[in-house]
């Protein structure tokens, strides 16, 4: 696996390890404080062959492999929103560490929506599925690191954003600096609400480490994956958002753009996992699990 460390700038500064998932494009990180070694894992992906619908922890098991190398304590197992490309490995992980898996509080308003879609009215509790549901503003430690979530809504209606000292995880709003930023069209998902929060993050001081949740290299000249970028170098060059790009410029843009994108292909399955903190569904009497998957509720006409 792909990775590349963030040293820490100081006292409550993270030194930030990423790892990235070839599969989904998945920046994943550790983000440890270098006083006491404390950490949180962020977005971590769970393995999935959407052919087989099979499911399995090896990417997971490398990200703990490297905490334990390093002699980290897990602290916390995070996930900004409920990922439709890739499906979380946080109660996995959180079973393995101990550490609670969290998440922000408007999943429930996800839930709601994806409750509809599977026609499932009864499925999906994140209240009892993940161990703490953040509200915007609200303040956690990792280590003596301060941490402050940040509703980042418009790619899902309840994206948040984790604010670590000189560093923020801002997972799919922003893509890499010479990309752009994440799509908005998923259900729930607002270009208007992705701009003001963006906005948001670009008010955070100048050299605020940003780290993002997605890269699809070859991007350019560029050939390895890349997520971390500073505050003003988005401000100056983000071909979306840099420069000061109106609201009403960038909502056209990134609808014309989001118009010419095909779904994530495990985002079917996603939803109905990562709703439930990561668990598959329920085993049926033959104790197998069964995913549920709508017919024409998405997508286009096969031609
Ligand atoms: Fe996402």
């Given at each position: ?47 999935f062959d959407p052919a087989a619908a099979h ?249």
């Amino acid at each position: 696996m792909f990775t590349r460390e963030s040293p820490s700038t100081g006292p409550g500064s993270p030194r930030v390890i990423g790892f990235y998932d070839d599969p989904t494009g998945s920046c994943q990180y550790v983000a440890a404080c270098p006083a006491t070694g404390k950490c949180a894992i962020i977005d971590p992906v769970q393995d999935f062959d959407p052919a087989a619908a099979h499911s399995g922890v090896e990417t997971a098991q490398a990200i703990l492999d490297r905490v334990r190398q390093e002699g980290l304590e897990v602290a916390w197992v995070l996930d900004t929103h409920p990922h439709a490309d890739h499906l979380t490995a946080g109660r996995w992980l959180a079973e393995q560490t101990g550490a609670p898996h969290a998440i922000g509080a408007r999943v429930t308003e996800i839930a709601a929506l994806w409750r509809d879609y599977y026609n499932l009215p009864d499925a999906f509790d994140p209240a009892a599925d993940f161990d703490r549901l953040f509200a915007d503003g609200e303040t956690f430690q990792v280590g003596e690191m301060d941490v402050r979530v940040m509703l980042s809504d418009g790619h899902t209606l309840g994206s948040i954003t984790f604010v670590m000292g000189d560093a923020a995880f801002v997972h799919d709003t922003l893509m890499h600096v010479d990309v752009g930023t994440s799509r908005a069209d998923f259900p729930g998902g607002s270009s208007a609400d992705l701009y003001d929060s963006i906005q948001e993050i670009l008010a955070l001081p100048d050299t605020t480490r940003l780290f993002i949740g997605h890269d699809y290299p070859p991007v350019k000249d560029r050939k390895d994956p890349a997520w971390e970028a500073t505050v003003a170098a988005h401000r100056a060059g983000n071909p979306h958002v840099g420069g000061g790009r109106s609201k009403a410029a960038f909502c056209t843009l990134r609808d014309d753009r989001d118009a010419t994108l095909g779904l994530p292909d495990r985002m079917l399955h996603a939803l109905q996992v990562n709703l439930r903190g990561g668990r598959l569904p329920p085993p049926e009497d033959d104790g197998h699990s069964y995913f549920k998957i709508p017919a024409n509720r998405f997508g286009k006409e096969p031609r």
